[in-house]
């Protein structure tokens, strides 16, 4: 994927040269996670930035129309879950607490699940190809703009589902440009 983005805006592959001291950073920290012994904040920082490369890597591998109808079954799925409160039912409260605490991250007043990064982040990839350069830019301000409003709804229902306004208006310069 980074071989795509240099070659679009012509811009030297210097990145290159810093995979082997991040992934010598990310296989210690993932180790340390495994042990207990890493901090919750870069715990946090991992799951992100594991959840939004292999996301990368999943959108960038599969064909535009697979990521497509993948994301928005993902969506609906998401939807599903979180408005009939399907896991916490299933699980009991104390297990799905257990269960949230690990796949969830903490941004001030609500939590954004691990998934919702990955689901991001293929969206974004796939555009990325599709598109080009300006149309992962247009993605990513509608994933934002997408995001903004899916908080304010949580805000007002303590709950909302994080992919389907996010990647529904995402979606929109990719189907436009098929």
């Not at 592959?13 to 919750?40: I, K, T």
């Amino acid at each position: 994927m980074l071989h795509i983005l240099f070659e679009a805006s012509g811009i030297f592959p210097a990145l290159f040269l810093l995979a082997l001291p991040l992934g010598y950073l990310g296989v210690r920290w993932s180790f340390l996670a495994y042990l207990g012994s890493l901090s919750r904040r870069k715990t946090s920082f991992l799951l992100i930035w594991s959840s939004t490369l292999l996301g990368a890597l999943i959108g960038a591998s599969f064909p535009p129309a697979f990521t497509i109808v993948f994301l928005t079954g993902l969506a609906l799925m998401d939807l599903l879950v979180v408005e009939t409160d399907l896991l916490a039912r299933l699980m009991g409260s104390l297990n799905y607490g257990s269960i949230t605490s690990v796949t969830t991250l903490p941004l001030e007043t609500s939590f954004v699940g691990i998934g919702d990064f990955l689901a991001y982040s293929m969206l974004v990839a796939m555009s990325l190809q599709v598109i080009g350069v300006y149309g992962a830019v247009q993605t990513i301000a509608l994933i934002l703009v997408g995001a903004l409003v899916t908080f304010q709804i949580a805000r007002h229902r303590s709950r909302a589902a994080g992919l389907l306004i996010p990647v529904g208006l995402g979606l929109i310069p990719v189907v436009l440009a098929l």
